[in-house]
Every structure is written in structure tokens, then in C-alpha cells.
């Protein structure tokens, strides 16, 4: 098909002869030249058609009409165009007069066409032809490809037709991704809507390879770059990727991580800083086992090795961010810079957990290894300055989250939750006359503060300062009552559960006499007391009981026996535990794996029984010797099912003997 030339022609009024493209008859006259069998005709009727549409603004907006031209053009000729024009040869200017014309028309029509229309598959089916188009077009044509792609894509269906492209219909598209930013965008649109829909598990393991390879792809497109856009991708996919299509064991993950590396050492701006910092938390997060090792370690003895300037560097983006942030709230800026300090405190989590399994290792060295040849190349100076730095932080960090607490929730540091006033009415909205700087008093739902709490968690339990564990001590009201709104999944819309890492940070702070009075005055005990007996009766008659629960209730009957131990004669109240745990019935051994973890929970929990027990006073006591003669019933019992000498075994022998004293 040879394209005419169309510079000069008119479409002419039936009427009089006179030129007039935007009169009724025209638009009729269009129609029929692209309803007609003859290519060369309906390619002169494009041509005049996109020139009516857009110098007629008034025409844009009548919708009928537009709908009406569209359903005159034939799908199969404007596939034709755009495979001749994808297509070499001697007549390569016609081909691409050809490419340029398709492209603009549905571009048009993309823009034009009302929402019901625009799912059609007579535009969406266009997809894949662009896309292909993407390798033969000009510098001017491809950049209204990627708009029009970018636009279909937005309709559901449009998405799903692209995520079902094969990864070599995506790599045109990939290769120019360094040049246009715009092109990811298509891509996060289409991954992340466009496979809603993959019920079928062989569907989702075809579609997790694709996004591996697509990923991969990416990676080696972006080599020679800074990379900055596609750091913000691969972390934008996987904290918003369905879990079941994150690639697994991914082998681009290394090249990631030189990315990172290279990007955050290079002199890093505003833009790159978030990129990297949110990748590297991402990566973090989805990839725990194998990532520590990539980001952090070092081949080679340096002087000053990458992990301990690339920590830094995390450090003093949060000292010298989070003062000024709390005025940032209501800002349009703010989820942009909570997410990138999240993401910080990720990292710096993750590696507060390799420098304490790290110095555990320097301690008790396993044997046949050497500790010294470990992951962590820092030279002793280096690692006492980068503790104190985390400390700093950590304080920082502390201040901040007291001072957010009291600003959306709780008003003053202290003042008890039946003091709050009710929401005061203005010309604004209601809102908590005590709660004066958030509009949506979203700190619970804040992913921001987990991350916080996970961080200072890992550092108060494990360091032995007591410094930030009584400052840890002032964020008790917090605590308790971030635990409790976790209990309750419709107070979490965004799913977060901060009862482990409050139990975490319990466990540090408990040790000072600052942390127990806190704890006893904010209720503590009570909160606690009653989710870790709820695990136990179910884990006595349900079968739905998760590892995870029974996990928790471990970590509280740890965190209950550091505060009885410390209290001495335990008050009435906390005896209900002795109660509780005195009528427990032991559920039968199915021989799983959960057998392991439930049977070190229910050893735990009998064990703070009997902590109580010992610390009561006589008269105490006495009232509560049938209770004992059971709960020794309940660990004989338990004691049987295990052979040999664990630590499980060896907590039941010293409850039995405690008990038989």
C-alpha cells in the first residue's frame, strides 16, 4: 500500500463546492471515505479526519460524533498501517507517513472517546500493534505511543492486554525506558491491575516469570545509567505487587544492590537519595535472607567500608529530617518523605539485626568457623561511632514519635485517655480540640511508626544502655494503646500489627524501674495478660490458630515474667493467670510442626504461673494450692511428650520442681 499525498486535500460540501471540513456533510463525507474497500481512500479519509479533530475544538467535545467516526474506522486497517509502517524497505518514508498517521488517530481517539467506549476492544485491541511499533518510529511518533499506551492502559481491560503481551513484546518498550520515565509507569499500571484477575495458580507462576524476566530486562537497559527511575520502579512493584507474582530468588537482585551502592556513593541528589533509600527497603522487606548480605558487605578490608557510608548516610537523613517533619502532616510532600524515612528505618533495622547476630557470632563462635571472616568487615572504632550514631538517631527518632502521639491522639504527654475531650465543631470540620495538627488523625494507620517501633524495638531489647530504654519507658501510653488497636482489625484498615515489635521493645525497656512503672500504670499487665490467655484457650479447642499467634503469646508470657520477677508479691489481679492457666486443657499432639512452637508457649506460660505462685505470699498461696496441684498436672503432662534434655524440658523440670517445693 503506497501512501497519497493528502497535503492538499479538502474535504468539499456537497452543496456549493466550497471548503468547509467542519459542516455536517464533511463529516459524512470522511465517513464514507473510511467505510469504502479501497486503502487509498481510507487512508485520505485518516488524514482529514485527524486534521477536522483537531482544529475543530467544538467537535472534541460532541461525544456522538466522535463515537460515531470511531465506529467508521476499520480495526484491521489500522493494523495494517501500523504493521507496514513497523516494516523496512525502499519506500521507508511512505511506511512511516503510515505509522505516524495510525498512531495519531488512535492517540485522538484514546484522548477523545468517552470512558465506556474507550474499553472497547476495538481501541484495546490496538495494544499489542503499538507496543511492536515502538522499535520503527520516530523521536516524535514515540512519545505519542507511550501516551497512548499510557492511557489505555488506565482501563482494566487495557491492562490485562498488556500484561499478557510475551516478554519479547515487552522489550521494545524496555529498551527505551532509560529516555522516557513514562514508560515504567505503563508498566506498574499493567502488573499491578492487570493481573487481578489470575485466579488460576499456573497463570500466576507464568506471570511471576514474565515480571522476573521483565525485571531483568530492565536492569540491563538501565546499565551505564543512574538508574534513579528505575530504583523507584523495582520499589514501587514490590510493595505494591499481589505477593503471590514477587519473583522468587531473583538473580537480578545483585545488580540491584550495585545500583544502590553506586547511586548512594555518587554524590547523591534529593531524588536519588529517596530512590535508593526506598529500594533498599523494599529489597530489605521481600528479600531478608539474601539481601543483608549484597547491600552491606564488604570483599574487602577498607578503611571506611561501604556499610558503614551507606548507614551513615540513612542516619543522618532521618536526624536531619524528622525535626521539622511533624509541620509536614497536612502537606501534599508528606507521603512522598514518610515513605522515604520508612524505608530508612527499614534498612537501618535490618541492619541493626546483622550486627547483633554478628557480634553473637564474635561471642560464641560456631565451631570450625572463623568470626572474623564474617559478612561485617568494620573495624571495632568504626562500629562504636556507627552504635553511637544509631543511638542518636534512635533518640531523635524517639522525641518525634512522643511528640506525634500527643499532636493526633493523645494531646499531652501523660494525660490519661478518659481526659481527651470530645471533637469540637467548627467552620473546618470536627476534630479533638487536644489533637490540634493532623486532619486525619492517622497516626496508627502511619506505616512510618512501625517502622519506627521496629527499629527502636531491635535496639533497646539487645543493647544493654539503659539511656534510650528509659526513654522508651515515655512512649508506654503509645504502646498500649497502638497493642490494643491492633487486637482489633477494623481499627487497622492498612493491616499493620504492632503487637511484636511492642512486645520487642517491652522486653528492653522492662528491665528498668522506669519501663515497670510505666507498664503498671498504663494497664499493662491487664492488656497483655488477656491476649496471651485468649491464645491459650484457643490453642486448647481451635484448629485455626496461626504459628504467628502462638509466637506471640510467647513473647508475652517472656515480657509477664520479667515484670513478675521485678514486682515481687504479685497483686491479687495478676493471680488470674494462675487461674486461667489451672483450667486449661492440653489439646492432643498432632505430630506437626506447630507441636514444636505451641508446646514452648504452653512451657512459658506455666512457667509464669508458677513464678506467681512462688512470689505470693503465704496466705496467697494457700488459696491457690488446688490451682497449683493442677497446673503441676498440666506440666507433667506436657513433660512426658518430650524426650531428652532441650530447653523446653529443662523449663518443665523447673516448674515441676518449684512446684513441688
Request: charged letters at 25%; one cysteine or more; aromatic letters at 6%.
Amino acid at each position: 500500500m503506497e501512501a497519497p499525498d493528502v497535503s492538499k486535500l479538502q474535504v468539499q460540501d456537497s452543496g456549493d463546492g466550497a471548503s468547509n471540513i467542519t459542516t455536517a456533510p464533511s463529516i459524512e463525507k470522511i465517513q464514507q471515505l473510511l467505510k469504502t474497500k479501497d486503502d487509498t481512500s481510507r487512508f485520505v479519509g485518516l488524514a482529514l479526519l485527524k486534521s477536522v479533530l483537531d482544529n475543530s475544538p467544538e467537535l472534541q467535545s460532541d461525544k456522538g460524533v466522535i463515537v460515531s467516526l470511531w465506529e467508521s474506522i476499520s480495526p484491521k486497517f489500522l493494523d495494517r498501517l501500523l504493521r507496514t509502517g513497523s516494516q523496512s524497505g525502499p519506500e521507508q518514508k511512505n511506511s512511516k507517513d503510515m505509522l505516524d498517521l495510525a498512531v495519531a488517530v488512535i492517540h485522538t481517539f484514546a484522548i477523545l472517546l468517552p470512558d465506556e467506549a474507550r474499553r472497547d476492544e476495538k481501541l484495546l485491541g490496538r495494544i499489542p500493534r503499538l507496543t511492536s511499533a515502538i522499535l520503527h518510529s520516530s523521536k516524535e511518533t514515540t512519545p505519542i505511543i507511550i501516551e497512548t499506551l499510557l492511557t489505555l492502559i488506565t482501563v482494566p481491560e487495557g491492562a490485562t492486554i498488556f500484561a499478557k503481551l510475551e516478554v519479547d513484546d515487552w522489550a521494545p518498550l524496555i529498551e527505551i525506558a532509560p529516555e522516557h520515565a513514562h514508560v515504567l509507569t505503563i508498566f506498574i499500571w499493567a502488573w499491578e491491575r492487570g493481573t487481578r484477575d489470575l485466579e488460576d495458580e499456573k497463570a500466576r507462576d507464568v506471570m511471576r516469570a514474565k515480571i522476573d524476566s521483565g525485571i531483568q530486562s530492565f536492569v540491563s537497559s538501565f546499565i551505564g545509567t543512574d538508574a534513579t527511575s528505575l530504583l523507584e520502579f523495582i520499589s514501587h512493584v514490590l510493595r505494591n505487587l499481589d505477593e503471590r507474582l514477587v519473583p522468587r530468588n531473583p538473580k537480578w537482585l545483585g545488580s540491584v544492590a550495585k545500583l544502590i551502592r553506586n547511586l548512594s556513593t555518587n554524590r547523591p541528589t534529593a531524588a536519588s537519595r529517596s530512590a535508593y533509600t526506598n529500594c533498599a527497603g523494599a529489597l530489605l522487606l521481600v528479600y531478608p535472607e539474601s539481601t543483608p548480605q549484597l547491600l552491606f558487605l564488604d570483599e574487602k578490608d577498607s578503611s571506611k567500608p561501604f556499610s558503614y557510608l551507606f548507614i551513615n548516610l540513612i542516619l543522618v537523613d532521618l536526624r536531619a529530617t524528622l525535626p521539622s517533619l511533624l509541620a509536614k502532616l497536612n502537606d501534599s510532600e508528606y507521603p512522598r518523605i514518610s515513605q522515604r524515612l520508612t524505608s530508612a528505618l527499614d534498612i537501618l533495622t535490618a541492619f541493626i539485626g546483622q550486627l547483633i547476630a554478628w557480634m553473637e557470632e564474635l561471642d560464641n563462635p560456631k565451631p570450625g568457623t572463623n568470626p572474623t571472616s564474617t559478612w561485617l568487615k568494620m573495624p571495632p572504632d568504626l562500629v562504636l561511632k556507627l552504635s553511637s550514631s544509631i543511638a542518636e538517631t534512635l533518640a531523635v527518632t524517639m522525641e518525634y514519635l512522643r511528640d506525634r502521639w500527643d499532636a493526633s491522639v493523645a494531646g499531652a504527654q501523660g494525660l490519661h485517655p478518659e481526659a481527651r475531650t470530645a471533637s469540637a465543631h467548627t467552620d473546618f470540620g470536627s476534630r479533638k480540640t487536644l489533637a490540634w495538627d493532623t486532619k486525619d488523625e492517622s497516626a496508627a494507620t502511619d506505616a512510618f511508626i512501625l517502622s519506627a517501633i521496629r527499629a527502636i524495638a531491635l535496639w533497646v531489647r539487645d543493647d544493654d544502655g539503659d539511656v534510650l530504654r528509659k526513654e522508651g519507658a515515655g512512649l508506654m501510653d503509645m504502646f498500649m494503646e497502638l497493642y490494643q488497636s491492633s487486637s482489633s482489625a477494623s481499627s487497622q484498615p492498612n493491616g499493620l500489627d504492632y503487637r511484636l515489635p511492642i512486645l520487642a521493645a517491652l522486653e528492653g525497656v522492662l528491665r528498668t524501674s522506669k519501663g515497670i512503672q510505666a507498664f503498671n500504670s498504663y494497664n499493662g499487665w491487664n492488656i497483655l495478660s488477656a491476649d496471651m490467655l485468649k491464645i491459650l484457650e484457643d490453642s486448647s479447642t481451635s484448629s485455626i490458630l496461626q504459628e504467628a499467634d502462638i509466637i506471640r503469646g510467647t513473647r508475652i508470657a517472656l515480657v509477664l515474667q520479667i515484670v513478675a520477677e521485678s514486682e515481687g508479691v504479685p497483686p491479687e489481679d495478676w493471680m488470674g493467670i494462675v487461674t486461667a492457666v489451672a483450667a486449661y486443657d492440653v489439646p492432643m499432639a498432632e505430630g506437626n510442626a506447630q507441636d514444636g512452637t505451641l508446646l514452648d508457649f504452653q512451657a512459658d506460660v506455666l512457667q509464669l504461673a508458677t513464678t506467681l505462685l512462688t512470689n505470693a505470699n503465704p496466705g496467697m498461696r494457700k488459696r491457690y494450692v488446688h490451682s497449683a496441684s493442677a497446673i503441676r498436672g498440666i506440666a507433667g503432662q506436657l513433660r512426658g511428650r518430650i524426650e531428652g534434655d532441650s530447653e523446653t524440658a529443662k523449663e518443665l523440670d523447673d516448674v515441676l520442681s518449684a512446684l513441688d517445693a
